[in-house]
């Protein structure tokens, strides 16, 4: 069984930027697309960014478009989220999560999803 775990999150300032880096372990995972979600307390997951398996699809919400770049290396079984010019709104937990039944979507919803790490909190201060 694939498990994820993410790391990178912290506080930083208004413009900052953090890199978020969702491990895996076991191979199978370079053959799922992968997502990463937002959530703020009382809300649900929000969509940031997807990849395909190999990479050569991407996705974005409109709030990350030209400030988050979403990449991996298979070689070394990771996704990374690249957060640019960060705002205080982009505060939330940041969770990526596999898709074990597609290895070219990059669907936005949560549902589509069914594998889950345990998150990591981001902070952007004013």
């Known amino acids: 069984q694939v498990q994820l775990v993410e790391s990178g999150g912290g506080l930083v300032q208004a413009g900052g930027s953090l890199r978020l880096s969702c491990a895996a372990s076991g191979r199978a995972f370079r053959r799922y697309a992968v997502g990463w979600f937002g959530q703020v307390q009382g809300k649900g997951r929000e969509f940031v960014a997807a990849i395909s398996a190999s990479g050569s699809s991407t996705s974005y919400a409109n709030s990350a478009k030209g400030r988050f770049t979403i990449s991996r290396d298979n070689a070394k079984n990771t996704v990374y989220l690249q957060m640019n010019s960060l705002k205080p709104e982009d505060t939330a937990v940041y969770y990526c999560?596999?898709?074990?039944?597609?290895?070219?979507?990059?669907?936005?919803?949560?549902?589509?999803?069914?594998?889950w790490g345990q998150g990591t909190q981001v902070t952007v201060s004013s």
């Open positions: 999560a596999a898709d074990q039944d597609s290895s070219w979507s990059v669907a936005d919803e949560p549902s589509q999803y069914d594998l």
